[in-house]
C-alpha cells in the first residue's frame, strides 16, 4: 500500500489530517487490520477451513445488527427476518446439519470465527463514520497493524525463521490477499452497487471450491446448506423496497 500511494501521490494527505485522524486510523487498523485477523487465524486454527470462513462471511449481517445500536438505525421486519435466516444457517453449520440434538462439532472454533465476523463488521461501521482516502487510510491501517504485531509476535510467539515454502505464502498472502485485492476493492466500490454486491455474493461458493482444491478438504453437505441459507439472510436484508 505504500507503494501505492507514492504512485498515486497521495502523500500530501499526510499534512490534510491531524492527530486525532490518526488516532482514528489507528484505532481502526488495530479492529480491521490486526485484531480481526488475529482471531481468524486462531479459528483456522482450530476448526475446519469451511466452518470459519463460512462464519465469518456472516459480517454483513452482523453490520445490520450494530447498525442498530452505532448509527441509531431503526430495526425493519425485513432485517429482523434476515437476521433470524442467517442464524438459522449458523446453526446448521457449527451442529453440521444435527439441529435436534445440538451437537456442536467445534465450538470454539465456530465461536472465534463468529467474533471475527463481529470485530469486522464493527471496523466496518466506525469506518462509515470518518470518510478517510481509502488508499491512503488502508495504509495506515497496515502499519497500525505492523505496530501491534511486533510486540505481539515478541512475547505470545517463538521466533523461528520460515522456510522458503513458507515465505512463498507468507508473500503471496500479503502481497495478493491482504495487499492488491485492496486496490481492486477499492476499484469495485466505484461501479454501481447492485453489481458489486451480486458479485459479492458469489465469493463464498467459490472459496469453497478453493479450499477443495487447494486444501482437499470435503466439503459438507451442511457446510453449503448452512452457506446458501446465510447468504439468503444478506441478500434479503440487501434488498431494497419501493
Do not use: R
Amino acid at each position: 500500500m505504500f507503494f501505492v500511494n507514492l504512485l498515486q501521490k497521495k502523500f500530501y494527505l499526510f499534512k490534510q489530517y491531524g492527530p486525532k485522524d490518526y488516532l482514528n486510523m489507528l484505532f481502526l487498523g488495530f479492529l480491521g487490520a490486526y485484531f480481526c485477523y488475529l482471531i481468524l487465524y486462531e479459528a483456522f486454527s482450530i476448526a475446519s477451513a469451511q466452518e470459519v470462513f463460512i462464519l465469518a462471511y456472516t459480517w454483513p449481517i452482523m453490520v445490520v445488527l450494530l447498525g442498530f445500536f452505532i448509527l441509531k438505525e431503526q430495526p425493519t421486519l425485513k432485517k429482523l427476518i434476515a437476521i433470524v435466516i442467517s442464524f438459522f444457517g449458523i446453526l446448521v453449520i457449527v451442529t453440521n446439519g444435527y439441529l435436534t440434538s445440538l451437537n456442536f462439532s467445534n465450538l470454539k472454533g465456530d465461536l472465534m470465527a463468529l467474533f471475527y465476523a463481529f470485530v469486522f463488521a464493527l471496523f466496518s461501521i466506525l469506518g462509515k463514520k470518518f470518510k478517510y482516502d481509502q488508499t491512503f487510510s488502508a495504509m495506515i491501517f497496515f502499519l497500525s497493524a505492523l505496530i501491534f504485531m511486533v510486540p505481539t509476535t515478541l512475547f505470545l510467539s517463538n521466533i523461528k525463521l520460515p522456510t522458503l515454502n513458507v515465505w512463498f505464502w507468507l508473500f503471496l498472502n500479503g502481497f495478493f490477499i491482504n495487499g492488491i485485492t485492496y486496490i481492486f476493492w477499492f476499484k469495485a466500490l466505484k461501479a454501481p452497487t447492485h453489481i458489486v454486491s451480486n458479485l459479492l455474493y458469489l465469493t463464498p461458493f467459490l472459496s469453497l471450491i478453493y479450499i477443495h482444491i487447494f486444501l482437499g478438504d470435503k466439503i459438507l453437505v451442511s457446510s453449503f446448506v448452512g452457506l446458501v441459507i446465510i447468504a439468503s439472510g444478506i441478500i434479503i436484508q440487501s434488498i431494497k423496497l419501493n
